[in-house]
């Protein structure tokens, strides 16, 4: 109810100003005096009224729209998808509604009318203006409308930019707000995600498949640390039961490489996950098999001892 009551009341502000100004202007001298003596105040306060009427219109209709999709639940792909473009289409919307609210005012006065008109009619000189003064923000403004429809992330999308992690928290026209997985903001120019690579782990799906690397040493039993990972997945609900892995993937002189892989259903459950089994795994082969650790050998040939 609050949010209707803050476009009713300037509605009905802004409406009372039209009746009073058609009314009293053509009806009552004194009127005509205090109009002559405060010229186009009363245009000014329609104006105004009604480009602040159709900017919490426009946040009205994005929380109205935005009710029927749910971005708190885990399978929320659809939900940010459109919670991206709307949120950046009522931005470039809003800016629209001021430029022309400011134009209408400026036209309303006859000695200035002709920058009112220019803000109008003159788009190509502006433009041509615009782009030698402001190459950046113009091509700033243009990249975050090239997301808002071609989405390479999302609101709530899990990324490594800059060598840091974290989930994408604002998207605006001219800059982009990723929290980063310890509390901080990295700030960018929406330019950067267009010219420069960044990974997204959540670009399709929510799910992801996170890697453990154990090292240990050429007697480590390979079977039993596969039963192992299986007791330690059945036992936590991170596990979405859908990936789990083990294999050899290298062998250098001193150890052997193990890989695991388990998918979860988000990022930061994965990390969770990656945690857990690489902890436990250790814990298992310190109690059962501290032989398997990695160690370094040395021989001595006892031929050369002897001499």
């Known amino acids: 109810m609050k949010i209707y009551r803050r476009l009713i009341i300037p509605f009905l502000v802004t409406l009372l100003l039209v009746i009073a100004k058609i009314y009293y202007k053509g009806e009552s001298e004194s009127w005509e005096g205090f109009w002559s003596y405060l010229p186009h105040l009363n245009t000014i306060l329609i104006i105004s009224g009604f480009t602040w009427c159709l900017l919490v219109f426009t946040g009205i209709l994005k929380r109205i729209f935005l009710k029927q999709y749910d971005i708190s639940k885990e399978d929320?792909?659809?939900?940010?998808?459109v919670y991206t473009q709307l949120n950046i289409l009522q931005k470039i919307t809003n800016f629209v509604i001021i430029v022309l609210g400011i134009g209408l005012i400026l036209i309303s006065f006859e000695p200035i009318r002709k920058i009112g008109v220019g803000v109008f009619a003159s788009a190509g000189v502006a433009g041509i203006i615009i782009g030698f003064s402001a190459q950046?923000?113009?091509?700033?403004?243009?990249?975050?409308?090239?997301?808002?429809?071609?989405?390479?992330?999302?609101?709530?999308?899990?990324?490594?930019?800059?060598g840091e992690w974290g989930w994408i928290e604002e998207i605006n026209l001219t800059y982009v707000v990723v929290r980063i997985?310890?509390?901080?903001?990295?700030?960018?120019?929406?330019?950067?995600?267009?010219?420069?690579?960044?990974?997204n782990w959540t670009r399709s799906s929510a799910d992801i498949i996170g890697s453990v690397f154990l090292y240990t040493d050429y007697t480590v039993p390979f079977d039993?640390?596969?039963?192992?990972?299986?007791?330690?997945?059945?036992?936590?609900?991170?596990?979405?039961?859908?990936?789990?892995?083990?294999?050899v993937t290298n062998a250098s002189e001193r150890t052997v490489e193990s890989r695991i892989l388990v998918s979860a259903r988000n990022s930061p459950t994965a990390w969770d996950l990656r945690v857990l089994v690489r902890e436990k795994m250790i814990e298992f082969l310190q109690k059962n098999y501290p032989d398997a650790l990695p160690k370094t050998r040395v021989v001595l040939d006892r031929n050369e001892t002897e001499k």
């Not at 950046?136 to 800059?162: H, S, T």
């Open 224 to 247: 039993a640390l596969r039963e192992e990972l299986d007791r330690i997945l059945e036992k936590t609900n991170l596990w979405d039961k859908k990936v789990k892995v083990l294999q």
């Open 76 to 81: 929320n792909l659809r939900a940010r998808k």
């Open 181 to 199: 997985w310890d509390q901080r903001r990295l700030v960018l120019p929406t330019t950067y995600f267009l010219e420069k690579p960044f990974q």
């Open 136 to 162: 950046k923000a113009i091509g700033a403004l243009i990249a975050g409308i090239q997301i808002a429809f071609a989405q390479p992330f999302r609101l709530d999308d899990a990324v490594v930019v800059e």
